[in-house]
């Protein structure tokens, strides 16, 4: 069974740092490009991440804070996200698509993800 699985996810006051991850099982993740996306209260699912083998692209909203990264061992992969801010305060999901459907760049597009797993709430607020 195809799985990812988010974990990290709490309470951070502004200007502190989480890491988020997302554990894929079922599937070898060295062949998905993976992304991160976010959805606060009443607002659209947001892009933040996404890395295609070794080579990560950023919301503009986002680049600087956050850095993605991959274990491969693991099949795993990573959010850090640093400098934290109020409107950071979101559902976190990973969402996965096979590098075949890709002709460039990972994408930050929600409807071309064919996996995702059941998010991780990060709330930053003093």
């Known amino acids: 069974q195809l799985q990812l699985v988010e974990s990290g996810g709490g309470l951070v006051q502004p200007g502190g740092s989480l890491r988020l991850s997302c554990s894929a099982s079922g599937f070898t993740s060295d062949y998905y490009a993976i992304a991160w996306f976010r959805q606060a209260p009443g607002k659209e699912r947001e892009g933040v991440s996404c890395i295609k083998r070794t080579q990560p692209r950023y919301a503009d909203s986002v680049k600087g804070r956050f850095t993605i990264s991959r274990d491969n061992a693991k099949n795993t992969v990573y959010l850090e996200m640093d400098s934290l801010r109020a409107e950071d305060t979101a559902v976190y999901y990973c969402?996965?698509?096979?590098?075949?459907?890709?002709?460039?760049?990972?994408?930050?597009?929600?409807?071309?993800?064919?996996?995702w797993g059941q998010g991780a709430q990060v709330t930053v607020s003093s």
């Open positions: 969402a996965a698509l096979p590098e075949s459907k890709l002709t460039g760049r990972c994408t930050l597009s929600a409807p071309h993800q064919v996996y």
